[in-house]
């Protein structure tokens, strides 16, 4: 019996919850006027986000904006000081500007990335997020046709021209790396070589320009050279020397909710509440458990539905079966307008992402003109497991959970939103969000659609919904504690287990996501925020009150922290 992880952040938040930052004081003249900008307004967002982008360049790949296609993220100390001498200057103009949701949404991002590069570091711990991220620089610029072959081609030969220098930077900039760090990059190296190594060349098999595909091979050989040579550094020299603590500290940990959620409220509040609906969950699991049968635990009972899973060659026909029926109930109940009638494609995860998520949603970014392919990632066993292990997988893809999983991702959960959020209110809405908004809007659609009646009362289905609400009320729990020294490593494995009722196997890998993710809490925080916002709105409504019109409003507004959209939709800020 293994439930399963989830790990199912849209593509935007990917890409561009690193922040903003501004050099252009004329842009509070777009903040301040939702009409037709003039062309001096639009010369001036378009500087804004010039600058922005020149610090994230793959994130402007990924929105959309292909200008930045050949540029790759540099990791030198003269340009991280240059990157944050940038964000003092937007803070300092953002917060003299007049109040609105824009300028609060810019602001918080350009304080989250302060607080990332200067106190929390990163870049000085984390090893897989060199070898990750240029991986996934790579990665967008393959996945979609929003340009011929040959030209993409060229954009992923001038990014992989600078990667070596990256990696060699790298290696100078890691000095405090926590042990379990290290473990996690070295875990996603075979991975992260073999993409590069063979699947970038099958991408671009048909190109037949001879001096492009030479270029080409040479640069593709050098990064394949370069990340063979810093897997061997990471285990012969920096894992050794991995001492690093990963813990933030209350301090910073609250400090990153304040700018990356907008939530300030207290850890031992936040914790009380996270602890209430772990409880609910875990009593409505029972209370279930024993409707299925009551002579069982309800361990046993899920120890026996852990087993109802397809074989790991269907694994993604079972998902494509379950998108259909899927929305279909969603628009002829009036659930939520999908904005498309195009499905994802569902695809294996890519290599370089499957060592901490087992489901992904992507989607093109909100100024892609040309390519409009969505990939719903499906991480499927490896091919060289042991027979226990690939079944252990798969008892995590049990039925009630791939129906929960096609919502959280794709069916109403991250794939609809993102469709919605080309028609966010404003350039700052359509580029920055948060994850409590977007994790705990697919999260709260897993227990909305079967309220809502999808499954017809299905008692297999609401546990496996349970199932996942329980293992993000333990990523809430663990994250809190861990980061500020009230669980140590073990115990939080050992609360999955015993809390989260999940299998030391799920528990461990949970564990070691939660080090470098600390607010994963951000699920649960978001799925409560949300339905206490339905509740507020459909009291403002009264007899006027529609769910279908609800779930339009709240998408309407884009991603940010429901906070925001509080102010929004009600005119508070509560």
Known sequence: M????????????????????????????????????????????????DEYFHFKPSDATAAGFHQFDTQLEDPSPAAREAHIAFLRRAESEFAAMPDSIDRDLVLAHVRGDLLELERIRMWEKNPDQYSSSMTNSIFILMS?????????????VARERQMPRALEIARSNLKNAPRVYTEVAIEQMPGIIGFVEHDVPAAFSKVTDAKLNADFADANGRVVEALRSYEKWLKSDLLPRSRGDFRLGAELYRKKLEYDEMVDTPLDQLLRQGYDDLRRNQQAFRKVAASVDPKKTPMEIMDALAHDHPAPDHLLEAFRNTLGGLRNYIVEHHIVTIPSDVPPIVEETPPFMRALTSASMDTPGPYEGVAKEAFFNVTLPEAGWPPQTIEEWMEGFNRGTIVSTAVHEVYGGHYVQFLWVKQAP??????????????????????MMLDEGYGNGD???????????????????????????????????????????????????ETKRGTSDPTYLVYTLGKLQIMKLREDYRKKMGTAFRLEEFHNEFLKQGFPPIVLVRRAMLGDGK
Request: charged fraction near 20%; hydrophobic fraction near 45%.
């Open 426 to 447: 404003s350039k700052v809405r359509k580029l920055f969000g948060c994850s409590s908004n977007a994790e705990g809007w697919a999260h709260y659609n897993e227990q």
């Open 2 to 49: 293994t439930p399963r992880t989830t790990d199912a952040t849209g593509v935007l938040i990917r890409a561009f919850r690193a922040g903003a930052a501004a050099s252009c004081a004329l842009f509070w003249l777009f903040l301040m006027t939702p009409t037709t900008a003039t062309a001096q307004d639009t010369a001036a967002v378009d500087h804004f986000f």
């Open 144 to 156: 979609r046709t929003f340009a011929s072959a040959e030209e993409r081609l060229r954009s992923v």
């Open 459 to 509: 008692l297999k289905l609401r546990l496996g919904q349970l199932q996942d609400a329980l293992l993000r009320n333990a990523r809430y729990i663990v994250g809190i504690q861990m980061h500020t020294g009230n669980m140590t490593f073990d115990q939080a494995v050992d609360f999955f287990v015993k809390e989260g009722y999940q299998t030391r196997a799920v528990a461990l890998r």
